[in-house]
C-alpha cells in the first residue's frame, strides 16, 4: 500500500458527461501529480500541485481541471467526455521539496470508461 | 520536449537474466527512476539512481546509468515468473517536477 488513495476506483459514464476523481495523498506529501494511462499514449503526465497551487502543467486538455484543496487532496475533473478520455487515470504524491530527491508514491488508479 | 523510449516488450526464461533498456533526451535530468507495474495495480518505485552515479545495486536489481550517451538499464537477476509486469523508466530533471515516463517494456517470463 503506497498510501494514496484514488476514488472510485472504476467509472463508466456517457460521453459529453462530466466527472470528478479524487485522490489524498500521502500523509505529509505536498505534491499531487495527475497521469494519464493510454494503451497509445503510455503514461501521460498531466498536472501537478504543490501545497495548494498549480506547480506544473502537462498535455492536460482544457476541458480538464484540477484542484488542491486545503487539507492537500486532490480532484481531477473531466468534462464533456469523449470515447477517447477512457483512460487509467494515476495520481501519484511526493514530499515535494525540491532539493532532495522525493520519491513519488502512485495510487491504484482510476479506470474510467467512456461509453 | 523530453522524451524518454524504450522497447515495448521483453521475453525471457525462468532463472535467467533481464536487461530492460532506455533511452531519454534531457540532459539535465537529475533522478532516473524504475517503476513496475503489475496487472490491475499501481505504480510501484522499483529503484532510482542520481545522475551523478554509474552504476546502484539493490539485490537482484542493478540499474547501469550512461550519463554521455543517456542510457539507463535494469537488470534482474535470476528472473522469476513474478517479475512479470510493465516496466517503466522514468526522468526527473529535479526533486520537485514531474516525471516523464517511457512507454513501458512488458516483461514476460517463461517457466
Known amino acids: 500500500d503506497s498510501g494514496v488513495t484514488q476514488t472510485p476506483k472504476h467509472l463508466i459514464t456517457a460521453t459529453g458527461q462530466r466527472v470528478t476523481l479524487r485522490c489524498s495523498p500521502r500523509?505529509?506529501?505536498?505534491?499531487v501529480y495527475w497521469y494519464q494511462q493510454s494503451l497509445d499514449q503510455g503514461l501521460q503526465f498531466l498536472i501537478q500541485?504543490?501545497?495548494?497551487?498549480?506547480?506544473a502543467k502537462g498535455n492536460i486538455l482544457e476541458r480538464f481541471s484540477a484542484q488542491q484543496f486545503p487539507d492537500l487532496h486532490s480532484e481531477l475533473n473531466l468534462s464533456s467526455l469523449e470515447l477517447g478520455d477512457s483512460a487509467l487515470y494515476f495520481c501519484?504524491?511526493?514530499?515535494?521539496?525540491?532539493?532532495?530527491?522525493?520519491?513519488?508514491?502512485f495510487g491504484q488508479g482510476t479506470r474510467l470508461t467512456v461509453v | 520536449g523530453e522524451d524518454v523510449e524504450q522497447s515495448l516488450f521483453l521475453s525471457v526464461r525462468e532463472g535467467d537474466s533481464s536487461v530492460i533498456n532506455c533511452t531519454y533526451t534531457?540532459?539535465?535530468?537529475?533522478?532516473l527512476y524504475w517503476y513496475k507495474q503489475e496487472p490491475g495495480a499501481g505504480l510501484q518505485l522499483l529503484t532510482y539512481i542520481f545522475s551523478n552515479m554509474d552504476m546502484k545495486q539493490d539485490q537482484r536489481l542493478t540499474v547501469l546509468l550512461n550519463k554521455k550517451d543517456k542510457h539507463l538499464s535494469l537488470r534482474i537477476a535470476d528472473t522469476q515468473t513474478g517479475d512479470s509486469a510493465i516496466y517503466f523508466c522514468a526522468d526527473q530533471n529535479s526533486g520537485n517536477t514531474p516525471l516523464v515516463f517511457g512507454k513501458g517494456t512488458r516483461l514476460s517470463v517463461i517457466a
Open positions: 500523509s505529509g506529501d505536498l505534491s
Open positions: 500541485y504543490y501545497n495548494g497551487e498549480e506547480r
Open positions: 501519484a504524491s511526493s514530499v515535494g521539496t525540491g532539493h532532495m530527491n522525493t520519491e513519488a508514491f
Open positions: 534531457d540532459s539535465s535530468s537529475t533522478y
